[in-house]
């Protein structure tokens, strides 16, 4: 008897960020493709990892979380966003913001109910969809400035939509929800009994004295999301793989549901070192936006005057740039010759599209010290 090796998911490729970061390797470029940055996080945090690996903190955490640390996240987002979250009933930490997507999705797509997703999207999204039965529905936004046309999302609406995923701010499209996006989500909500899951993992990297609108902010959306968010964006420390979901009790108990069966619970030591440094340095997260800030206006100066055009992120630490005056190939061939020929990887837009739209754009990622942006920019200026 012949067995099938066809799997759940043999349609799909390896992601787009391992790709890149694999052809960067082979080829010595410098990697501005998958999203992480080239240093540390603080010393005073990694530190704490080595007290706690030191101390007896290497045992399983509970299901939900280290308390410490669910205790902190309830202070962040009470201070932020004025959201009174209970730690014992809304709060879930895990191993990264994806691992929390994918444990929202599963908690509430049954088989066949729909779910909007508004392109370009990451690229985990859609994985998790199809893989609970879930049917997609992607919607793509609006012209260059990647608005949301709520109409359209409504539009999509029908009896079997479950679930709208939104992500602020957007990557790979660096665009923040403004008032009217929540006025409008709002409406939405009001008129179908949806759920949002909430991808916030960059809410603290957003520019030019943007507050970054949690869905947190608005008892009404919050009673209906799973808002996700990441440590390893806010700490650079995206190698420890941790984040967390913030959802009301009744989203919070399905998703717990999930997640003690796909994890358990999520790495002891770091959450407490998490817990501690989040205690001790209360206003690191408030830094963020300035020290990405100039590093994202470092980069948009470095090209100009290039072929490249670059309209600035409004938050995140992708910077999208257009490159027709350059080339006239599509995005995933000028991705692979920017990091062969010229030696600076960067990740083709198209791919977090299902009908990629005429666009020659790339995305690159400026969490590098300024001496790897500037060596980069020096390869690829004269484009
Ligand atoms: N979020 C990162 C990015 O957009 C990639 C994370 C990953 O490689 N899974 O580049």
């Given at each position: 008897?012949?067995?099938?090796p066809?799997?759940?998911?043999s349609?799909?490729?390896?992601?787009?960020?391992?790709?890149?970061?694999q052809?960067?390797?082979?080829?010595?470029?410098?990697?501005?493709?998958?999203?992480?940055?080239?240093?540390?996080?603080?010393?005073?945090?990694?530190?704490?990892?080595?007290h706690?690996?030191?101390?007896?903190?290497?045992?399983?955490a509970?299901?939900?979380?280290?308390?410490?640390?669910?205790?902190?996240?309830?202070?962040?987002?009470?201070n932020?966003?004025?959201?009174?979250?209970?730690?014992?009933?809304d709060?879930?930490?895990?191993?990264?913001?994806?691992?929390?997507?994918?444990?929202?999705?599963?908690?509430?797509?049954h088989?066949?109910?729909?779910?909007?997703?508004?392109?370009?999207?990451y690229?985990?999204?859609?994985?998790g969809?199809?893989?609970?039965?879930?049917?997609?529905?992607?919607?793509?936004?609006?012209?260059?400035?990647?608005s949301?046309?709520?109409?359209?999302?409504?539009?999509?609406?029908?009896?079997?939509?479950?679930?709208l995923?939104?992500?602020s701010?957007?990557?790979?499209?660096?665009r923040?929800?403004?008032?009217h996006?929540?006025?409008?989500?709002?409406?939405?909500?009001?008129r179908?009994?949806?759920?949002?899951?909430s991808?916030e993992?960059?809410?603290h990297?957003?520019?030019?004295?943007?507050?970054?609108?949690?869905?947190l902010r608005?008892?009404?959306?919050?009673a209906r999301?799973?808002?996700?968010?990441?440590?390893?964006?806010?700490?650079?420390?995206?190698g420890?793989r941790?984040?967390?979901?913030?959802?009301?009790?009744?989203l919070?108990?399905e998703?717990?549901?999930v997640?003690?069966f796909?994890?358990?619970?999520?790495?002891?030591?770091?959450?407490?070192a998490?817990?501690d440094?989040?205690?001790?340095?209360?206003?690191?997260?408030?830094?963020?936006?300035?020290?990405?800030?100039?590093?994202r206006?470092?980069?948009?100066s470095l090209?100009?005057?290039?072929?490249f055009?670059?309209?600035?992120?409004q938050?995140?630490?992708?910077?999208?740039?257009?490159?027709?005056?350059?080339?006239?190939?599509?995005?995933?061939?000028?991705a692979?010759e920017?990091?062969?020929?010229?030696?600076?990887?960067?990740?083709?837009v198209?791919?977090?599209?299902?009908?990629p739209?005429?666009?020659?754009?790339?995305?690159?990622?400026f969490?590098?010290?300024?001496?790897?942006?500037?060596?980069?920019?020096?390869?690829i200026?004269?484009?």
């Open positions: 008897m012949e067995t099938s066809e799997g759940k998911l349609g799909f490729g390896t992601t787009i960020f391992t790709v890149m970061s052809l960067a390797a082979d080829h010595d470029a410098i990697n501005l493709a998958q999203g992480f940055p080239d240093f540390d996080g603080p010393e005073a945090l990694r530190a704490r990892v080595d706690h690996l030191n101390h007896g903190h290497n045992q399983y509970p299901l939900a979380g280290v308390s410490e640390l669910r205790e902190q996240i309830a202070h962040k987002v009470a932020l966003y004025q959201y009174s979250a209970d730690p014992e009933t709060i879930t930490v895990t191993p990264g913001a994806t691992e929390a997507i994918y444990c929202a999705l599963t908690a509430v797509v088989r066949g109910d729909e779910v909007i997703v508004i392109d370009p999207a690229d985990t999204y859609v994985p969809i199809l893989l609970n039965g879930g049917v997609p529905k992607r919607i793509p936004m609006s012209g260059a400035d990647f949301i046309d709520w109409a359209r999302v409504e539009d999509a609406v029908t009896p079997r939509t479950r679930v995923m939104i992500n701010p957007h990557n790979p499209g660096g923040c929800l403004d008032d996006d929540i006025t409008a989500l709002r409406d939405l909500l009001g179908h009994p949806l759920l949002v899951i991808d993992v960059y809410e990297i957003v520019f030019d004295q943007r507050q970054h609108l949690s869905l608005y008892p009404d959306l919050a999301a799973f808002v996700i968010s990441s440590f390893g964006k806010t700490y650079h420390v995206t420890w941790i984040g967390y979901c913030v959802a009301p009790p009744d919070t108990r998703f717990r549901r997640h003690q796909i994890n358990f619970s999520t790495n002891t030591p770091i959450s407490h998490l817990a440094f989040m205690r001790d340095s209360p206003g690191f997260h408030l830094e963020l936006a300035g020290f990405y800030q100039q590093k206006d470092l980069f948009c090209l100009e005057g290039s072929g055009r670059l309209t600035p992120a938050g995140t630490y992708f910077q999208l740039a257009e490159y027709s005056h350059i080339s006239d190939l599509p995005d995933t061939e000028f692979r920017l990091t062969i020929r010229h030696g600076v990887a960067a990740i083709p198209s791919v977090f599209y299902e009908r739209p005429d666009m020659r754009v790339v995305r690159f990622c969490a590098k010290e300024d001496e790897t942006l500037r060596t980069a920019a020096g390869r200026s004269g484009l």
